[in-house]
């Protein structure tokens, strides 16, 4: 999933330090952990979740104590709050770009009290040959960029309106149109239409240059 998917479909999501760990006694395929909740950005706070730690299954991990994670979690059928090596959560106290890029998106999202949750399930697939023209670019202050995209019951694009733009402000209006008219909207079941009008917030990352490789812009949370 891409990092729309994941706040879209988490039921909780936050910056948390895991205090204490041990094995579920009545299910062997969890531990249950203690929290600290240091920063909520979805969900209601809570001291306890569990963590899939099933061994030989691609989605298992274990963490040690005392470390600091941005979780993605998700309710099961009786309402517990578990995440995974695939739910998307990062261990923070790496300190790695890409976290620290996902981690600044929530707090905007946060403070603008900004929801991605959809009513319908489709993907927004922007033209990535199109975004090439911006390599090389050299954005100094923001590391992401957000647009809301309305989408017809047929699937086409009805309109699209920055929320927060790139500082460099020549690329803002190409970056509308490629918004506009190189990208596509599909339903994820299929279907050649939706049940009404769809509002999808989506966000664009910019990656500086490292090395020898340029900086560039992305859809993608890498």
Same mark, same amino acid.
């Given at each position: 999933m891409n990092i729309t998917e994941r706040i879209s479909t988490s039921d909780f999501i936050a910056k948390v330090k895991i205090k204490k760990?041990?094995?579920?006694?009545?299910n062997k395929k969890f531990h249950n952990i203690e929290i600290?909740?240091?920063?909520l950005y979805k969900g209601i706070s809570t001291k306890k979740m569990k963590i899939y730690s099933a061994q030989m299954t691609s989605c298992a991990f274990l963490t040690?104590?005392?470390?600091?994670?941005?979780?993605?979690?998700?309710?099961?059928?009786?309402?517990?709050?578990?995440?995974?090596?695939?739910?998307?959560?990062?261990?923070?106290?790496?300190?790695?770009?890409?976290v620290q890029r #996902?981690?600044?998106?929530? +707090?905007?999202? !946060?403070?603008? %009290?900004?929801?991605?949750?959809?009513?319908? $399930?489709?993907?927004?697939?922007?033209?990535?040959?199109?975004?090439?023209?911006?390599?090389?670019?050299?954005?100094s202050k923001n590391n992401f960029a957000l647009y809301e995209i309305v989408i017809? #019951?047929?699937?086409?694009? +009805?309109?699209? !309106?920055?929320? %927060?733009e790139f500082q460099t402000n020549?690329? $803002?209006?190409?970056?509308l149109e490629i918004l506009k008219t190189k990208s596509k909207v599909y339903a994820r079941n299929r279907e050649s239409a939706i049940s009404e009008e769809e509002k999808i917030i989506i966000p664009l990352f910019y990656y500086p240059k490292e090395k020898n490789d340029k900086s560039f812009i992305s859809p993608y949370d890498l």
């Open positions: 760990i041990w094995l579920d006694s009545k600290e909740v240091l920063d040690p104590e005392n470390t600091t994670w941005l979780v993605f979690a998700s309710k099961d059928k009786d309402g517990i709050l578990s995440f995974g090596f695939c739910s998307g959560s990062q261990n923070l106290d790496k300190n790695l770009s890409s #996902k981690m600044q998106m929530l +707090k905007y999202l !946060k403070s603008q %009290k900004i929801s991605m949750t959809s009513k319908n $399930n489709v993907a927004f697939v922007i033209n990535s040959d199109s975004l090439k023209k911006f390599n090389g670019l050299t954005e017809n #019951k047929d699937l086409s694009i +009805k309109s699209v !309106k920055p929320i %927060k020549r690329i $803002n209006n190409e970056i």
